[in-house]
């Protein structure tokens, strides 16, 4: 672990400490999330990682040799030959993001690329002056993935997904390509499919407070106040519907909240309230 830490990190690619299968109970460490009923193992960040995140030798040894984690990189930390930003293409099956490219007439080019339990991560770098986030605009409902940049972070190379799956780079000597422009255009198009979505119409009774208290959230209490409102939002409503949980979703991911992170805190929302 610690040799593919420092390998990352020679190529100048923040890191930090998650989450790995092996443990005994999960090391994420968001609030609103319970290590102990974690099922969605080898992913969770062991640290605030968009504060704590290096490319250190002696504290990546601390992080991956003293202790048990899987690598993280934190995408919005790190920056291209030319201060470029990361953005990281994930998809869900291998091909997704090709057949994407196809469908819109563009050839995908190689990249440097992960291989995951699923399909891969692909590594682009995106103009230093452009603002990207975590969707997908006018690729959603047309790619089978996910979109990482500005405050997000993907598990890298080296790490072990929970079904034994080993994170690989695909060529080691390749490095990221620049984005092609098709893909920029695309993610920073609004998304046409979404502009009825709930969180922009009219949610159900009462929801629209707490998507708004959401959406309001400064960085650092992003997952709070989610929290907070799923609890809410599953209090006043005996039978939760779909709905509910996509709004507050879609919001979160809309500040930044990593998808799968703001999943586990909604997750863990209705759990609580379920128990009571
Ligand atoms: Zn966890």
């Known amino acids: 672990m610690l040799d593919s830490a420092l390998f990352l ?18 090391a994420g460490r968001a609030r609103g999330h319970d290590p102990a009923t974690c099922t969605d193992r080898g992913k969770h960040p062991a640290v605030a990682f968009t504060r704590n995140h290096s490319t250190d030798p002696a504290k990546l040894a601390y992080w991956f040799h003293t202790q ?9 930390a790190c920056r291209g030959p030319a201060g470029e930003r990361l953005l990281v293409v994930d998809s869900d099956r291998p091909g997704a993001i090709e057949d994407t490219a196809a469908a819109l007439g563009h050839k995908w080019l190689p990249t440097m690329r992960v291989t ?20 997908l ?17 993907v598990i890298a190379a080296g790490s072990v997904h929970a079904t034994g799956v080993i994170y690989t780079l695909e060529d080691p000597e390749r490095p990221p390509a620049q984005a092609p422009d098709w893909l920029i ?3 920073q198009a609004r998304p046409a499919a979404t502009r009825r979505t709930p969180v922009s119409g009219q949610p159900s009774g009462n929801l629209t407070p707490l998507v708004r208290f959401v959406l309001e959230s400064r960085e650092k209490e992003r997952n709070n106040r989610l929290f ?18 996509s709004s507050l979703l879609e919001a979160a991911v809309r500040i930044g909240l990593p998808e799968a992170e703001a999943r586990q805190t909604i997750t863990s929302a209705y759990r609580s309230r379920a128990a009571r």
């Open 228 to 245: 907070w409102a799923s609890c809410r939002a599953f209090e006043a409503n005996s039978a939760p519907s779909p709905n509910i949980a």
């Open 185 to 187: 255009s695309a993610l």
């Open 137 to 153: 605009g006018s690729l959603r409902g047309r790619f089978d993935g996910d979109v990482r940049a500005g405050n997000a972070y």
């Open 68 to 76: 048990l984690h899987n690598i993280a990189v934190c995408v919005g």
């Open 9 to 26: 990190a020679a190529k100048d690619f923040h890191l930090f400490p998650a989450d790995h299968p092996g443990l005994p109970q999960c």
């Open 116 to 135: 995951t339990a699923k399909g891969h991560h692909d590594y682009l770098w995106a103009p230093r002056a452009m603002k990207l986030g975590n969707g």
